[in-house]
């Protein structure tokens, strides 16, 4: 079995990842001390990036912006330096362009993708928890933006997020790929899912893989993680082993089949950004910026006689 974890690089979202210093967000003096050297990304209410002219990262200053913002969320320091994150509509600034996660994952340095997945994924969790869910009052966010707090009843509630598992199912020759309905033509990846409450991630993934293509797994091995703030999941990358059944497509696929390594190979080969046509050979894979490419390439790698 497999047993190499994701280095850096292998996939958006994790290198570079920011001092989270959660000792300042009960220190409002000195993040306020902090705020004019600071850089704010800023994000408009789509959650896309403010961008300059050539779409690369717009960050100001904070003394560019005046006073803190209300709800700012202070990130972390790199090297010392503060990062904040803002909503684009709090400041009296503009920018000549928006980007969004996708397009910056695979176009920005990866140090600034990772800090625009989290500013994206933090002011999401704020846009849909201005209410409490226990009394339905007023939230208010303090530490620094980390922690609700119902101005109600008091009640604490934490950021979000939501756990969800994605396996490369082999049946030791094979690899289980499915496509959903409007992704682009003959893009296929591995299955995904998200956890239920009372479940083990290990039921997760048999469970998944069973309702979306009928296939039974038999055990999985966990292997790599991805933050994957669209808007607020956590990727839990596992490798299983199954049965090997014949595939039927359950409500959440449009296709899914067993692909030999070379079909793999070929798919991982091509030039992932140049669209394929309808009658074209050959199956196109995800994106690079995205753990379900990774784990095809391992898959590939420890079943397929290497890339
Ligand atoms: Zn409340």
């Known amino acids: 079995m497999i047993a190499t974890q994701a280095q850096p690089g292998a996939f958006a979202f ?8 959660d000792h300042l967000r ?5 993040l306020a001390a902090r705020w004019p050297q600071a850089k704010v990304i800023l994000l408009d209410d789509d959650c896309h990036a403010l961008a300059d002219d050539a779409q690369r990262m717009f960050a100001v200053a904070g003394d560019a912006l005046g006073g803190m913002p209300a709800n700012a969320v202070f990130l972390g320091l790199q090297d010392d330096q503060a990062w904040f994150a803002a909503r684009a509509a709090t400041v009296d600034i503009e920018a ?12 920005w340095p ?25 009394c339905g009052g007023d939230v208010q966010f303090v530490r620094a933006g980390w922690l609700g707090r119902c101005a109600q009843c008091g009640s604490e509630h934490y950021p979000r997020t939501d756990q969800a598992i994605i396996a490369a199912v082999t049946d030791g020759e094979r690899l289980l790929l499915g496509r959903q309905v409007g992704w682009p033509p003959k893009r296929y990846s591995v299955l995904a899912g ?3 409450p009372g479940e083990s991630l290990e039921q997760t993934v048999a469970r998944e893989v069973h309702e979306e293509s009928g296939v039974r797994v038999i055990d999985c091995q966990y292997l790599a993680s991805q933050p994957w703030p ?3 999941s956590l990727m839990l990358g596992f490798i299983a082993r199954a049965h090997p059944d014949e595939p ?5 696929l449009e296709d899914v089949r067993w692909f030999d390594a070379d079909q793999v190979r070929a798919g991982l080969a091509r030039d992932w950004a140049t669209p394929m046509a309808d009658d074209e050979p050959g199956i196109a894979l995800s994106p690079p910026i995205s753990i379900a490419r990774w784990l095809a390439q391992r898959w590939l790698a420890e079943f397929g006689g290497g890339a």
């Open 26 to 30: 009960d220190a409002p003096d000195a």
């Open 248 to 252: 039927v497509a359950g409500d959440e």
């Open 194 to 196: 998200f956890v239920e």
């Open 96 to 107: 000549p362009q928006r980007i969004d996660l996708r397009a910056a994952a695979a176009s």
């Open 110 to 134: 990866a140090f600034e993708a990772g800090v625009f997945a989290q500013a994206r994924a933090v002011l999401h969790w704020h846009a849909r928890h201005r209410h409490c869910g226990v």
């Open 230 to 232: 669209f808007p607020g």
């Open 14 to 21: 994790l290198e570079g990842a920011l001092d989270r210093a």
